[in-house]
């Protein structure tokens, strides 16, 4: 009766937490991004597969740092953004805070918007500008959809372009597969040179984003909100748990692949530190249909990254301003410094690496908070983070700062 009863239960809690699965998925996207491509791509034509163990734990500390932000929105009912606006009792407080974000914000977007325009550069010669107006364009479909059709067939689009997204950055591996015995050799964690310490640097920075952690926190808050599955929190944070852990293990698959197709097909190629370079060398070495399918994932990337990018940005305004900001109305706002850039004829690689700059300039903010939030019983009753949590994420927080501010040094030095 018991093996019977066990083996039944089993099927019953799949099936319960599988229509609570999604939200992680939109917010990994972020962990896609045209700057993570790049930094990725450059990483392993440069260095090889030394700094392999750096994407493997910058995905381990997203997983951790993720799954506080779900799991502030499930409890709270609030995003970050809302949370601290509510405790910023000054407006100047509240302004200065807000101005930080939105800085991080359009910089997350440039990359983003720019990742989109190269793709549709390289795919079909379309000028920087004008790819960059259709990225922006087709992201405010998606918006659109977002706020009339509702998160779930959100997720389910996302979901799509994530698959697009990882058909295409993975297909090299198959025609130049790496050596496994290096690939191995690269989770032993150390560095070559002030160099590869920048490219460390520049992979966590392109890895846990700020507006990724503003973004969970209200996806599941908006997700749940008001459903019959919000009075059941422990199932809830246990789903989210489930989503977390498949959407990043994606991500961080995707990630590493990357590196190793560079490490495996493009080390010591010239002119692999471009999108556009990685792009031809991509051709000469393994083919142009590896080359074509990651053009169309780096534009499904650009696309469905800036959607969430926007998304973020909205709920960044409405949670510390106070006032509800449309998702159309934030994808103007934006979207205007990045056909900026691609108007004053800016390097898209060079504006790419000073948004990685303005990031890391953004992560500590969003990073302190959500950790002192969710270590506060006051905050999350029952559900507060267990001392173990809460060190291992001031851990990863210090980790990652630390890293963030080598990153703007080296930069700002030209190291």
């Known amino acids: 009766m018991t093996s019977s009863s066990t083996v039944g239960s089993a099927p019953s809690r799949r099936t319960r937490l599988l229509p609570l699965l999604g939200p992680a998925v939109v917010a990994g996207v972020a962990y896609l991004d045209p700057g993570n491509v790049a930094s990725n791509m450059t990483a392993g034509a440069t260095y090889g597969y ?15 740092i993720q799954y506080l932000s779900a799991k502030l929105g499930i409890v709270t009912g609030e995003s970050l953004p809302q ?24 910089a997350t977007d440039i990359a983003e918007i ?23 364009g087709v992201s405010i479909l998606l918006l659109l959809v977002q706020s009339r059709r509702g998160p779930r067939v959100f997720e389910r689009l996302v979901l799509g372009l994530v698959l697009v997204i990882a058909v295409g950055f993975c297909a090299g591996i198959v025609v130049g597969p790496p050596d496994p015995a290096q690939a191995v050799a690269g989770l032993v964690p150390r560095f070559e040179d002030s160099g590869s310490v920048l490219l ?15 973004a969970h926190s209200s996806l599941t808050r908006d997700r749940f909100s008001g459903t019959v599955e919000a009075r ?22 995707v990630n590493v692949i990357i590196l190793l197709v560079a490490a495996a097909s ?60 449309s998702l159309l109305a934030r994808r103007v ?16 690689t060079l504006a790419l690496i000073l948004s ?51 990153l703007i040094v080296l930069v700002v030095t030209g190291a």
């Open 83 to 106: 949370a601290l606006g509510a405790r910023f009792r000054k407006r100047g407080t509240r302004l200065a805070f807000w101005v930080q974000a939105e800085l991080v914000a359009m």
């Open 200 to 214: 460390a640097a520049s992979i966590l920075g392109a890895t846990v984003m700020p507006h990724a952690i503003y």
């Open 266 to 325: 493009l080390q010591g190629v010239p002119g692999t530190d471009t999108l556009e370079g990685a792009y031809a060398a991509l051709e000469a070495g393994l083919g142009p249909v590896v080359a074509v399918l990651f053009a169309v994932a780096l534009l499904a990337s650009g696309l469905a990254s800036s959607s969430v990018g926007a998304y973020a940005g909205s709920e960044i305004m409405h949670g510390l301003l106070r006032a509800p900001v």
């Open 356 to 406: 990685q700059v303005v990031l890391s300039f953004g992560i500590p903010f969003a990073l302190i908070p959500l950790i002192a939030l969710t270590a506060r019983r006051t905050v999350l009753g029952d559900h507060v983070n267990r001392w173990w949590t809460t060190g291992l994420a001031i851990i990863a927080a210090a980790a990652l700062i630390v890293l963030n501010g080598v």
């Open 333 to 348: 706002v934006t979207l205007v410094p990045a056909l900026a850039v691609l108007l004053l004829g800016v390097d898209p």
């Open 232 to 253: 059941d929190t422990k199932l809830l944070l246990r789903a989210t748990r489930v989503d977390v852990t498949g959407a990043l293990a994606v991500a961080g698959g």
């Open 114 to 136: 720019l990742g989109g325009a190269v793709a549709l550069n390289l795919l079909f010669g379309i000028p920087l500008l004008l790819g960059g107006v259709i990225t922006g």
């Open 50 to 64: 030394l700094l392999v163990w750096v994407v493997v734990v910058g995905n381990l500390m997203a997983w951790l």
